[in-house]
Structure formats: C-alpha cells, structure tokens
C-alpha cells in the first residue's frame, strides 16, 4: 500500500526567506504525485503535479517541486514567500493516477513571520 | 460557473442519528470521491465512484454510504454506526483523459451535539 510522509509538521519562515517542504512517498509502481494547499475552513487547491517527464515541475504562485526517485522524495520549494502563502500544505500520491483515490500525507503547517 | 458545491457548510446532528451531506458537480466529472479530515490527521478516504451506479469503499468506509445514482450527485450518509463522525469532510471529482489531478469542494464541517 502507498503511503506519504510529511516530517515537517510546522515551518516558520520569515517573509522573503526561501521555502522547502519535504515529502516522502512510498508506492510500488510509478508514483502519480501532487501538491495540494488548503486555507483554514476552505477546500484543497492543487499547486502542481507529476506524472512523468521533467522531475522538475512548475506549479503555480510560484512554487516548483523536485522529483527524485532515488530518495523517494517530491520537496515543495518556492525561493521568497509571502504572507499569503499561510496555510496548510499537503503532499498527495494517486493509486491508479489518482482514479482510485489519493493518499495523503498529515500536511505541514506553514507560518509566515514578518 | 463551474464547479463543486457542498452544503451544507456547517451540519450537526445529535448521537444516534444518520446525517446525510451533499456534493453536486457541473463539471462533467465521471469520478466523484469523498474524504474525511481531522486535525493532524490529513485527508482520508471513504468512498469513490467512477461511474454512475458504482461506487467503491476507501481506507475508512464503515460507518459511511453513499450513492451515485446521478453524475453530477455523490450524497455521503453519516450512520449512527460511526463512532467518532465529528470531522472536516470533502468532495473531490476527477477530471477525465488521464494524467489528471483531483478537483475539491469546500468542504462540510460535521459536529456531534
């Protein structure tokens, strides 16, 4: 069975500073993987994905993330954050690709200090 | 405007009793899915149908029924049998072709009186 891991369970950062948030999956075939972040009371909304290709992927609000299938590892980076960018950030892996239902990891909360 | 819509936003029901939360679609989504989040916990899932008249059981179905009898509905019944049902509870639909991410509504918070 699939399984992520989120280490992280809150990162404060400064505004401005450089983000990473780390990811660890575990899935038998090739892993369909997902970066979703959710705002207090409010639904996911998908920042990027991977399904092949390029390892490294492009997403929106500036975020990009780095597959590596060596550690198992898909990291959320984004160079300069902003107070916005608050909220809870969840790493997810697709059975199926994702028909079957994602798995999720228990998210890392994400602090901005001014 | 397309989307998802879950009502209601807040629901509470008293012990012993079947609560039934709704999620409807006009994206078109063949695959309609419904997850469960608490505190810490992130998202798990209780049901999933890929297609009219079918669904499939999740990680954490007991307790939970559902229903797919048209595309754009996908009702969740909370059941007296689950025993802890106070959570944050979210739908999600599957855009179709492949290689597709998950859509999600905004979510119903279900509280025990």
């Known amino acids: 069975a699939q399984s992520v891991t989120q280490p992280d369970i809150h990162i404060t950062v400064s505004e401005g500073a450089s983000l990473e948030l780390r990811c660890n999956y575990s899935y038998g075939a090739t892993p369909y993987l997902f970066w979703y972040v959710q705002s207090p009371g409010q639904g996911l909304q998908l920042l990027l994905k991977y399904f092949s290709g390029d390892t490294l992927v492009q997403g929106i609000k500036g975020f990009e993330a780095e597959f590596k299938r060596s550690q198992s590892s898909f990291n959320l980076r984004k160079p300069s954050v902003h107070w916005s960018d608050a909220a809870e950030y969840f790493c997810?892996?697709?059975?199926?690709?994702?028909?079957?239902?994602?798995?999720f990891g228990k998210g890392t909360h994400l602090i901005i200090q001014p | 405007d397309g989307g998802i819509t879950q009502s209601p936003k807040y629901l509470f029901r008293k012990e012993g009793q079947n609560v039934t939360l709704s999620c409807e679609q006009n994206?078109?989504?063949?695959?309609m899915y419904w997850y469960r989040q608490d505190p810490g916990q992130g998202l798990r899932l209780i049901y999933y149908?890929?297609?009219?008249?079918?669904?499939q059981k999740g990680d954490i179905a007991e307790g939970y029924s559902v229903s797919r009898e048209k595309k754009e509905s996908f009702p969740l019944t909370v059941t007296s049998a689950q025993k802890n049902p106070t959570a944050f509870y979210l739908c999600a639909t599957l855009s179709p072709g492949g290689n597709q991410p998950q859509h999600f509504g905004d979510g119903t918070r279900l509280s025990i009186l």
């Open positions: 149908s890929q297609i009219v008249n079918d669904f």
């Open positions: 994206l078109n989504h063949d695959a």
């Open positions: 997810a892996v697709g059975a199926g690709g994702g028909a079957d239902g994602l798995t």
